[in-house]
T-cell receptor, first 118, second 116 residues
Framework: GAGVSQTPSNKVTEKGKYVELRCDPI?????LYWYRQSLGQGPEFLIY????????DSGLPNDRFFAVRPEGSVSTLKIQRTERGDSAVYLC????????????????FGAGSRLTVL | AQTVTQSQPEMSVQEAETVTLSCTYD???????LFWYKQPPSRQMILVIR??????QNATENRFSVNFQKAAKSFSLKISDSQLGDTAMYFC?????????????FGTGTRLKVLA
């Protein structure tokens, strides 16, 4: 697509429920990133994919968080047994990688998914 | 581990004036990229400017320029002729690309308000 698309844009759920957040990156972008942003804070790294595999998942806060990218394009961030502290905006970004590719290594962000856990 | 520090939580500037946002970072890497991203109230983050560490020349994009001091690990953003549309959160970000890793670390941001 022309840009990075994230759905839903807003999600309200109850404590303990399961949620899925979807990211559709720019076509052809090999890298896909998930960040979490709390109010007034900078984006906090969660995980990134190169192709289908998670290249670095060191930012996932605990085992309630999981992300997949089965075909190397769309990614889903999954949160089990949600807690009030999970409330934040979840940002997805994609990029080309490489030192010589024009426009490489520049993140293009989606508009984010705002998660509210009651 | 790499860290990015933005020591100015909020700044304001009069329209048409010049403002400089500060950013320092800590790394032992020699090859990396630095970025400034802008996040308007509408939330979507967009790239302002980027700098490759091996390039000594400071990057410039129209009214936006950087002062990259590699030895001091400093990467400030200068906005000239400030416009009302520049009002936003500005984030400094670091990315290393050695060892096949492409992980971006962001600072906590500076909220810039341009005053009419």
């Amino acid at each position: 697509g022309a840009g990075v698309s994230q759905t839903p844009s807003n999600k309200v759920t109850e404590k303990g429920k399961y949620v899925e957040l979807r990211c559709d990156p720019i076509s052809g972008h090999t890298a896909l990133y998930w960040y979490r942003q709390s109010l007034g804070q900078g984006p906090e790294f969660l995980i990134y994919f190169q192709g289908t595999g998670a290249a670095d998942d060191s930012g996932l806060p605990n085992d309630r968080f999981f992300a997949v990218r089965p075909e190397g394009s769309v990614s889903t961030l999954k949160i089990q047994r949600t807690e009030r502290g999970d409330s934040a905006v979840y940002l997805c970004a994609s990029s080309l990688l490489g030192r010589t590719t024009s426009g490489a290594n520049v993140l293009t962000f989606g508009a984010g998914s705002r998660l509210t856990v009651l | 581990a790499q860290t990015v520090t933005q020591s100015q939580p909020e700044m304001s500037v009069q329209e048409a004036e010049t403002v400089t946002l500060s950013c320092t970072y800590d790394t032992s890497e020699s090859n990396y990229y630095l970025f400034w991203y802008k996040q308007p109230p509408s939330r979507q983050m967009i790239l302002v400017i980027r700098q490759e560490a091996y390039k000594q020349q400071n990057a410039t994009e129209n009214r936006f320029s950087v002062n990259f001091q590699k030895a001091a690990k400093s990467f400030s953003l200068k906005i000239s002729d400030s416009q009302l549309g520049d009002t936003a959160m500005y984030f400094c970000a670091f990315m290393k690309h050695s060892s096949g890793t492409y992980k971006y670390i962001f600072g906590t941001g500076t909220r810039l308000k341009v005053l009419a």
